[in-house]
């Protein structure tokens, strides 16, 4: 079945530097990928939606600035929270569409911790 | 605002079929119901989708209920690594996927 290749799967960063996580789908093109993050015990809210070639489309109160997303390929997009405060901790998880068959296939998400 | 509802948690015997319910009462005619599965911090897994009829899997059954206001998943011989949240979602095919809170199904020994 397809794939979608997340990395890296643990990160801990000092507060204030930048993290950048990878999000590859492995054997089929993605026009457009999903991100979300998901904070213990509770479930998974979407941050912003990719689409490659244009800007990501952010949900309300996300801050475009903080998570930057490029989606510069039809396999690869990818998220880097900017200077990361510990508030950013969380567990952030890509997904990708595969419109050729209807589904949408999730990455095995990053755990993020900043110090 | 939730699109569908789930009941917080469930249990399940071993060996027995799991039965999952899912309420959508205003879905519409174009959007499809998807299950999908979180073992614990991992990304979700597809399960199974379907639109109108009935669905089987390897993994599991959807039944869709004829006003197609709500269906089931089930999971025919749960084994205790079924144990998972377990996300019922509305969608149609052009638009993102949003996660209500879904079902913590344990399976017990």
């Known amino acids: 079945g397809a794939v979608v290749s997340q990395h890296p799967s643990r990160v801990i960063c000092k507060s204030g530097t930048s993290v950048k996580i990878e999000c590859r789908s492995l054997d089929f093109q993605a026009t457009t990928m999903f991100w979300y993050r998901q904070f213990p015990k509770q479930s998974l809210m979407l941050m912003a939606t990719?689409?490659?070639?244009?800007?990501?489309?952010?949900e309300q109160g996300v801050e475009k600035d903080k998570f930057l997303i490029n989606h510069a390929s039809l396999t690869l997009s990818t998220l880097t929270v900017t200077s990361a405060h510990p508030e950013d901790s969380s567990f952030y998880i890509c997904s990708a569409r595969d419109t050729g068959i209807k589904k949408l296939f999730f990455g095995s998400g990053t755990q993020l911790s900043v110090l | 605002d939730a699109k569908t509802t789930q009941p917080p948690s469930m249990d399940c015997a071993e060996g027995r079929a799991a039965n999952l319910p899912c309420n959508h009462s205003t879905i519409s005619g174009n959007e499809y119901v998807y299950w999908y599965r979180q073992i614990h911090s991992q990304g979700p897994q597809y399960i199974i989708h379907?639109?109108?009829n009935n669905e089987t899997n390897e993994m599991a059954s959807l039944i869709i209920t004829e006003d197609r206001k709500s269906s089931t998943l089930i999971l025919p011989h749960a084994t205790l690594r079924d144990t998972a949240v377990y996300y019922c979602i509305v969608r149609d095919l052009n638009n993102d996927m949003r996660f209500g809170a879904g079902t913590r199904l344990t399976v017990k020994p």
């Open positions: 990719s689409n490659e070639g244009s800007k990501a489309t952010y």
């Open positions: 379907g639109l109108k």
